[in-house]
């Protein structure tokens, strides 16, 4: 079943990705496979990608701990083992796994409440090419939403 659209200032159509604690996770990659030209995952798909995400996304913070245990919020193995619940919210330092593990930039865009234009508010993975990111939306309320490329 195809993902509702909305387009906003920037000609960018927003997929509209359910909000089940997944929807980080659904939005990248979802994009990745747009990236990939893969097909578009259905709903039920793009759930199992994105739980799929999550634990490579959780194994890749264990793997690089030294590098990663002194950004997140409170104890590591605490951090790591709620992580891998599939309705716990992700936010910046798993985008940045993310990019890590499909070896694929991520861009951020949010919506410019004064222009109606979207703007970007984060970059990952740009040793892993900046052309053709997988962009996701975030709405400023926990909620991303995956961004079709122009």
């Given at each position: 079943?195809?993902?509702?659209?909305?387009?906003?200032?920037?000609?960018?159509?927003?997929?509209?990705?359910?909000?089940?604690?997944?929807?980080?996770?659904?939005?990248?990659?979802?994009?990745?496979?747009?990236?990939?030209?893969?097909?578009?995952?259905?709903?039920s798909?793009?759930?199992?990608?994105?739980d799929?995400?999550?634990?490579?996304?959780?194994?890749?913070?264990?793997?690089?701990?030294?590098?990663?245990?002194?950004?997140?919020?409170?104890?590591?193995?605490?951090?790591?083992?709620?992580?891998?619940?599939?309705?716990?919210?992700?936010?910046?330092?798993?985008?940045?796994?993310?990019?890590?593990?499909?070896?694929?930039?991520?861009?951020?865009?949010?919506?410019?409440?004064?222009?109606?234009?979207?703007?970007?508010?984060?970059?990952?993975?740009?040793?892993?090419?900046?052309d053709?990111?997988?962009?996701?939306?975030?709405?400023?309320?926990?909620?991303?939403?995956?961004?079709?490329?122009?």
């Amino acid at each position: 079943m195809p993902q509702p659209e909305k387009s906003l200032g920037n000609n960018l159509p927003i997929i509209r990705i359910p909000g089940d604690g997944r929807c980080l996770f659904r939005s990248v990659v979802y994009g990745a496979c747009l990236r990939s030209g893969v097909p578009t995952p259905t709903v039920s798909r793009q759930k199992e990608l994105a739980d799929e995400l999550r634990a490579k996304v959780v194994d890749e913070f264990i793997k690089r701990r030294a590098d990663t245990e002194w950004f997140l919020e409170g104890d590591f193995d605490t951090y790591t083992v709620q992580m891998r619940m599939p309705h716990i919210w992700g936010g910046e330092p798993e985008l940045l796994m993310s990019s890590h593990v499909l070896q694929m930039p991520i861009t951020v865009l949010m919506q410019d409440k004064n222009s109606n234009n979207l703007k970007v508010i984060a970059e990952y993975g740009q040793e892993y090419g900046k052309d053709n990111p997988i962009r996701v939306i975030y709405h400023g309320y926990g909620h991303y939403d995956a961004l079709k490329s122009s």
